[in-house]
Structure formats: C-alpha cells, structure tokens
C-alpha cells in the first residue's frame, strides 16, 4: 500500500459539506486533499435545485461559500434568482453541469488536491485520534495521512470506520427517508403549465393547501416566476393509477420547475423498503426508481399541464439517498432545538429549513415548522475522537432534525463551519475541541457566512408580498 501523508486537513466526499469545508480549507492555507469516490464534485448538490437561503420569514440565514458559488453561477447566466417560497424558504435552480466546472475550479484555486474515483475503505487510529484513511483507487490501495479530518460522506462511513457511535432512522423502526433517482425533463410548454397550475382543481403544492393566502399570492407570481416548487397533482396520480396507467409508491408529484422555460427537475420516483448501508438494498433502489422512470414520464406526458412534448433529458448519476447513519457528536441537536429555534453560544451555522421528512414509504412528506437555528460546533464534533468533524446530512441530530438539517445551503454551512475550524487548528497545532469560538465566528462572518448576530429581523414588506404559513 502507497501512502501519502497531507500534514493537514482530509476531507472524505465532495458533497454540499464536504466541497464548502474542502474550500474553506484550503483557502485558509492549509494543505487539504479531498477523497470523492464519484467521478465528480458535488454529490447530490451537483443534481438538485438548492433550498433553504432563507427562513419561512425570509431571513437570510445562509450565505458565504453557498452565496459565493450561486453568485458566480448567475454572473454566468447559469443560475435563477433566489426565489422566495412560503414553504422551503427560498429557492434557486442552476446548471447543475456548469456548477461541477466552477466547484472543480474554485477548489484548484484554494489548491486542495481532489482524489476522484477514490473510495474511503478503511481507518487507521491511534488510540483516539484518526491518523489516516485507507483508499481503494484504480492504482491500488493508499493511506492517506492527515492532522484534522471530515466526514461528509453523507453515510458518515469514515465516523463508523473510526469506530463512532451512530443512528440510523427513526427511534420507533429505524426506517430512514425514501430515496429518490432524480431526473430531468425538457421540451414542457411553460405558457401551457403555468395555465395549469391556476386551475382550482389541479392543486400543486398540497402544503399550501390550508393557507389560501400564501396559495393565492404564489399563483399571482407564477407567470414571473422563475422557480416553481411543486408538490401535488394527487387527484392526477389518484385517476392514472385507478386506470391501471401508474403504479408508484407517491402520492404526489414532488420537483422543481427550474428556471430554463422548458424544463423541471422530477423528484417522483421512491424506493419504500430502503438500507443505505446494505450494498444489496442499495444496488436493488436503484432498479427500483430506474422502473419507475419512463411510467412517470408517460404519466407526465399524458396528464400534466403542459407536458405534451416533453421528454426525458438525463438521469441524475447517483441515487439521491436523503437520511442514513446519523453520527454520535458531542452534542445531538434535538429536535425540540430546531423547532423552538434555540441559540448556542459555540454556534457555527444557521438553519431554518423546515423538517421536510419523505415518509419512509415513500408516499408524501413530513413538514413541520422550525424557527432559525443554531447549529452548534459540538453537534459537528464526534463522540469519542480527539480529530474527527462531521458535517452534511450525517451530522448529529435526531431523525427529524436531519429532515432540516440535510438541505443543501445548510450542509455548506456545516462544511464552511468545520473546514474553517480544522485549518484553525492545524495552523495552531491545537485539538479541534480547543479552537476558540470567537475567533472562529469572526472567521466565518469573514469568509460572508451568516450566524446568529448577522442574522437579519424579518422583513413585515416581504412578509406581506410573499405570505407567511407558520
Ligand atoms: C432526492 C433528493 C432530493 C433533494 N432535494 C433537495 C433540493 O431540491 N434542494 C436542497 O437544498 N436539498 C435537497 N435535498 C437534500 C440535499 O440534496 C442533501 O441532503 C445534501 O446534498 C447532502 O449533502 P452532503 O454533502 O451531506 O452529502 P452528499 O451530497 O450525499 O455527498 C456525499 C459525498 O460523499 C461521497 N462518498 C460517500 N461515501 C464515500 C466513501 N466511502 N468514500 C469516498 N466518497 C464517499 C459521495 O459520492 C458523495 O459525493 C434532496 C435530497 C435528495 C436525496
């Protein structure tokens, strides 16, 4: 086995999390190497459109590194505009394509060297300190050394490699969120849907359906509007599947319809009985929604609004797995923390994206409502290990705080967050656990990230135009 010895920060997946922490790493000076076993940056931030900028009371409450990368996205003309949205808070869709460019580029100017195709399979420990990760890559088997590490594998593999303690779903069953296979489709006829969509009887967006005010100011916008979330069409499901045309697991058609006039990101399909830690469950998901795929899209033709001509453009390349292990850190964010919007002195990020949790049969969501957060650094440091961060969707937090907690804007926040603080403590050659919070906080609100103390009032004017549901 070869080894390569960084003196610095590893950081394992290329995630949301993980790309943010790598960035800010290396940007702080520090020698950072970042292992992906994709062939490309981003994970499921590289598919979806991003949610969750903002608070259900239109506060922004994330900016930095995911601001950063939107910005230069819409200077290029490959992304929306951030469009406000009673339910997820905010919205912006991109060129998911045109993203994976800029993150690669952006992560070479901080001078991280990225390992792609490289798959985390082992751990080496010296007593409670990780003192490397063991590689599978296509030249062999490699240790990788390193001061300070991150988990942002999603699945949290480097945290139970370690030897960590972790959850995975709910406490009742252990069952996690249902899976999605992504995808893309063109050719809809934008005039024609948005028309729909009006229709009293269509109902697409169920979680607005107690709240005709919200419902009625959105419908007003729709023809201006860039980014249209979706969650509905029930009663369309309903009477193609008593035709015998669809047989799925949702209840709901569930995507975004992105800002190119002619297209929509398709979160539909579901896998109902899921293990994203079992290689046989995860290889059958993904014959599962590849089933589903074509049905939905005759589905769409035939019976939305405006679908006539559409056609399936691309598949995201890897199944979108929303909830998996949850690792064990010094503090586990709660869910009465989320909901309550509680404050914490060593807190790193804030959230305020609402428990969106994919019922794990895959028939509809969760929602419940949160008020901005703090998520502390202790939430991203893990149990038991003297150098170990975690950060993204496998941070620590119970089942319905991840559904909050795993959005993307909120991963890159928690990456920003652990990156930033890693370099801190290489550079001053202390444990991540003796990292000064102030100084840390001054660093983040320099590198543009919002906490609590530049956290802004909502705005009376905003809630006014858009509608408020909580
Ligand atoms: C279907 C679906 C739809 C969603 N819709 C939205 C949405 O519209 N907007 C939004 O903001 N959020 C959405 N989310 C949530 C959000 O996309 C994810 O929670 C978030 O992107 C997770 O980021 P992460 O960095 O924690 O993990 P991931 O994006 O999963 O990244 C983990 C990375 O680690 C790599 N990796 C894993 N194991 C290893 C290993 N052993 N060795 C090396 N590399 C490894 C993976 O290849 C991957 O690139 C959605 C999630 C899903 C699944």
Known sequence: ????????????????????????????????????????????????????????????????????????????????????????????????????????????????????????????????????????????????AGDVFVDATGDGD???????????????????????????????????????????????????????????????????QQVIVLGGFAGLIKQATEAGELDVPASRVVGVKTHPPDELVAVTTKVAVFDPIDADSLSDAYADAYAQVMPLMNFFVKWLPGFKSARLLEIAPMLGIRESRRIMGDYVLTTDDVQAGRTFDDGVAVGAY?????????????????????????????RGVENLFVAGKCMSASHEAIGSTRVITTCMAQGQAVGTAAAHAVHNRVGIRDVPIGPLQAALLRGGAVLRATLPEPDPDLIERIGIID
Not at 2 to 28: K, M, N, P
Request: charged content about 20%; glycine content about 12%; proline content about 4%.
């Open 1 to 144: 086995m070869s080894e390569r010895s960084v003196d610095g920060v590893v950081v394992v997946g290329s995630g949301a999390a993980g790309l943010a922490a790598a960035l800010a790493a290396g940007r702080a000076g520090v020698p950072t190497t970042l292992i992906e076993s994709g062939g490309f940056v981003g994970g499921n931030s590289a598919i979806l459109p991003w949610l969750g900028f903002h608070s259900r009371r239109y506060q922004q409450v994330v900016d930095g590194i995911a601001g950063e990368i939107v910005a230069e996205l819409r200077a290029l003309g490959e992304a929306s505009e951030i469009t406000l949205d009673p339910v997820c808070g905010s919205a912006v869709s991109m060129n998911s394509h045109v993203y994976r460019c800029v993150a690669m580029r952006l992560l070479r100017e901080a001078g991280v060297r990225v390992m792609l195709h490289t798959l985390l399979v082992d751990v080496v420990r010296a007593g409670d300190r990780v003192t490397g990760v063991v590689v599978q890559r296509k030249s062999g088997s490699e240790l990788v």
């Open 354 to 382: 609402h428990i969106d949790i994919h019922t794990p049969d895959g028939s509809w969501v969760d929602s419940r409502s949160v008020r901005p957060y703090d998520i502390p650094l202790r939430a991203l440091t893990v």
């Open 158 to 224: 480097l945290s139970a490699l370690a030897g960590a303690d972790w959850a995975k779903g709910r406490t009742a069953d252990g069952r996690v969120q249902a899976p999605t296979l992504v995808f893309r489709v063109g050719g809809i006829d934008r005039e024609q849907f948005v028309a729909g969509l009006m229709r009293a009887d269509i109902g697409f967006r169920d979680l607005l359906a107690d709240h005709p005010v919200a419902l009625d100011r959105l419908r007003e916008r729709l023809p201006t």
